[in-house]
């Protein structure tokens, strides 16, 4: 499956932002998606991923709130909706897929088979 992140950007402090996933060669009810981010300078890490039951999970207090993952399979997306942004939420965002993980979603990168090639966010005044 090939996956197109999309929707990045510059946005103010407190604002909001969708990114979304664009998958193909597969659907994504058969995946875990999930959605990674990379700051600079730090490594990559988990936000928040969606079966393909729909279960959802995230383990970072930064998500807790503010970031949403939800999905259209019908678009075959996937979408992160961020609200409230902050500074620290800069990054590269990163969506990803596994078809490895049934009805669980894995935190660790290297348990995800396909990702796409990341969106920036930027937030800044």
């Known amino acids: 499956v090939q996956l197109q992140a999309s929707g990045g950007g510059l946005v103010q402090p407190g604002g909001s932002l969708t990114l979304s996933c664009t998958a193909s060669?597969?659907?994504?009810?058969?995946?875990?998606m999930s959605w990674f981010r990379q700051a600079p300078g730090k490594e990559r890490e988990f936000v928040i991923g969606?079966?393909?039951?729909?279960?959802?999970?995230y383990v970072s207090d930064f998500v807790k709130a503010r970031l949403f993952v939800s999905r259209d399979i019908s678009k075959n997306q996937v979408y992160l909706q961020m609200i409230n942004l902050k500074p620290e939420d800069t990054a590269v965002y990163y969506c990803a897929a596994t078809g490895r993980a049934g009805n669980w979603v894995p935190i660790r990168d290297e348990e995800y088979d396909y990702w796409g090639q990341g969106t920036q966010v930027t937030v800044s005044s």
């Open positions: 060669g597969g659907t994504i009810s058969i995946y875990t």
């Open positions: 969606i079966t393909g039951t729909g279960a959802t999970r």
